[in-house]
């Protein structure tokens, strides 16, 4: 428990004192924002900043920070340590400058702010990653919470053989297509602060019950050992860089997030706003993540006699098992969900909880494919004042999310290729982010601070380089092999972004902010 309360005061502190230090970096003033140089009553709102808040958080927050930590977990209790630090250092700034570069520049989105500052080519290639992203995540985000609804509140099978599956599907498909072309603060801005309610209510009863009935938890400088599960014996075995990071991408650093900020770029009343809705909302879905840890965690230390789950090691590698009418049985990461809700708040409080959870990649799979539509109509200039503009784009996006979902759900594999590649599209997409960050810094007088996005970069530059050199879906190619290009790559980006940096300040290419 020692490790997880230090994980907390990291993320706490930590995220207190470098929020901060952005801040000053950035120098937000009293300039108009574009939500009121802007405003057209559709995408470019005002709205106050408890909303932006809440709206942002449940944006960036899908099942990322619950189900990546659940699996991130079995990585031992060095999760509890990786995690704040990444948040503080790597996602929340990212999130913040993200957010306040595409504010100070007029609303842009993600795919203009990269424009701005890296190469044409490399732009190309970022919208074609990022849009992969978004809709990756689109998709994923309605297979995940309707399985869990089918499964875990109405006890459905959940397979693609009952229409009680695609029924649930079509209903979280209808909203999602209300919430893409109807105006933000309709629908998005009225029910976003429900939810956010909800869950940050329900992260707390867990955090809490944690606490309260002394669940065992491993310490790092313990035998990592706990509940018959060996955790050190798994971290030496599944390389830890660079699988925890993807696994965990959610609650350390997520490229997809700088979508949802530049969404918010357009509500935001105030620069001075931008680090509780962007930082701070970072540091608190890592809180999010750090929690859901610490409950699988806690479930495996319980074991599935004790009403826990249980690992085993099978022959597609260790799953999770629980005590099923005194058989033990195999259950996939999202039924460990309901699992930790259940055994910690009781039946009424846990559904409660699973509620919370079925909200996160609902409301964040709605903001996905509405800034798919924002990017696509930036890019190829298209006007979106009119629902039936909105429409002309939306509707083609959610007919190929459709067959994708059909595929996945007949595909007994389909589901885990679709999520695989879409957190590795993911954590791709933060590297064009920070860069374009490093380059912004550099051009507009804040040099001296680039060091701030450069960490991040660097660091996952190797991340998603090695792991699609070696990864099953990747190249797999042994992972010696794997560092040396990874290392050879990441200063080649390294260098390539200083040069560029350098050149665009020299040429004066972009205004001092």
């Given at each position: 428990m020692y490790t997880f309360i230090i994980g907390l005061i990291i993320l706490i502190g930590g995220g207190s004192l470098y929020g901060r230090f952005c801040e000053k970096v950035f120098r937000p003033d009293d300039r108009k924002t574009p939500a009121y140089a802007n405003e057209d009553g559709v995408d470019y709102v005002?709205?106050?900043?408890?909303?932006?808040?809440?709206?942002?958080?449940?944006?960036?927050?899908?099942?990322?920070?619950?189900?990546?930590?659940?699996?991130?977990?079995?990585?031992?209790?060095?999760?509890?340590?990786?995690?704040?630090?990444?948040?503080?250092?790597?996602?929340?700034?990212?999130?913040?400058?993200?957010?306040?570069?595409?504010?100070?520049?007029?609303?842009?989105?993600?795919?203009?702010?990269?424009?701005?500052?890296?190469?044409?080519?490399?732009?190309?290639?970022?919208?074609?990653?990022?849009?992969?992203?978004?809709?990756?995540?689109?998709?994923?985000?309605?297979?995940?919470?309707?399985?869990?609804?089918?499964?875990?509140?109405?006890?459905?099978?959940g397979t693609a053989k009952e229409p009680s599956t695609w029924i649930i599907y079509g209903v979280i498909f209808a909203y999602y297509l209300i919430a893409t072309v109807l105006p933000i603060d309709k629908i998005i801005g009225k029910v976003y602060p429900i939810f956010g309610g909800l869950l940050i209510l329900s992260a707390i009863g867990i955090l809490v019950m944690l606490f309260v009935k002394g669940y065992p938890l491993a310490e790092i400088w313990g035998d990592w050992q706990l509940g018959g599960f060996d955790f050190g014996a798994y971290f030496r075995s599944?390389?830890?860089?660079?699988?925890?990071?993807?696994t965990v991408a959610c609650g350390i650093l997520s490229g997809f997030h700088s979508t949802q900020t530049a969404l918010i770029s357009r509500t935001i009343e105030s620069e001075k706003h931008g680090?509780?809705?962007?930082?701070?909302?970072?540091?608190?879905?890592?809180?999010i993540a750090l929690i859901w840890a610490a409950g699988a965690m806690a479930m495996i230390g319980l074991g599935a006699d004790n009403a826990g789950i249980t690992m085993k090691f099978t022959d597609s590698g260790w799953g999770y098992y629980q005590n099923i009418?005194?058989?033990l049985q195999q259950i996939s990461p999202t039924s460990v969900v309901g699992v930790v809700c259940k055994n910690m708040l009781g039946d009424w409080g846990g559904s409660l909880a699973i509620i919370g959870v079925i909200i996160l990649p609902i409301s964040t799979g709605d903001t996905a494919l509405r800034a798919l539509r924002l990017t696509i109509a930036e890019l190829f200039h298209?006007?979106?004042?009119?629902?039936?503009?909105?429409?002309?784009?939306?509707?083609?996006?959610?007919?190929?999310?459709?067959?994708?979902?059909?595929?996945a759900k007949n595909d007994p594999n389909g589901f885990s290729v679709i999520w695989r590649y879409f957190g590795w599209a993911n954590q791709t997409v933060s590297i064009?982010?920070?860069s374009s960050i490093m380059v912004w810094m550099i051009r507009s007088g804040r040099g001296k601070f680039?060091?701030?996005?450069?960490?991040?970069?660097?660091?996952?530059?190797?991340?998603?380089?090695?792991?699609?050199?070696?990864?099953?879906?990747?190249?797999?190619?042994?992972?010696?092999?794997?560092?040396?290009?990874?290392?050879?790559f990441t200063t080649a980006a390294l260098t390539a972004v200083i040069i560029l940096g350098v050149r665009g300040k020299k040429c004066g290419s972009l205004r001092a902010g």
């Open positions: 005002p709205m106050k900043q408890w909303k932006n808040c809440l709206v942002n958080l449940l944006n960036i927050a899908g099942t990322g920070p619950i189900l990546g930590p659940i699996q991130g977990i079995l990585f031992g209790p060095v999760a509890f340590i990786t995690i704040p630090i990444g948040c503080v250092i790597g996602g929340a700034m990212h999130d913040y400058f993200a957010g306040m570069i595409c504010t100070r520049e007029g609303g842009i989105q993600t795919t203009e702010m990269v424009r701005r500052n890296l190469a044409r080519p490399v732009f190309w290639l970022f919208s074609v990653f990022v849009g992969l992203t978004m809709f990756l995540c689109g998709t994923v985000f309605i297979y995940t919470p309707g399985d869990i609804v089918s499964t875990q509140l109405f006890g459905f099978g599944q390389n830890f860089i660079p699988t925890f990071f993807v680090r509780m809705t962007f930082y701070n909302m970072m540091i608190l879905e890592g809180f009418g005194g058989t298209i006007e979106q004042k009119k629902m039936g503009q909105r429409l002309f784009l939306a509707l083609p996006l959610f007919v190929l999310v459709t067959v994708i979902l059909i595929w064009f982010v920070t680039a060091f701030m996005p450069a960490i991040p970069f660097v660091f996952y530059c190797f991340v998603i380089s090695t792991y699609i050199l070696s990864s099953p879906i990747g190249l797999k190619l042994a992972m010696n092999i794997s560092y040396i290009i990874g290392g050879v």
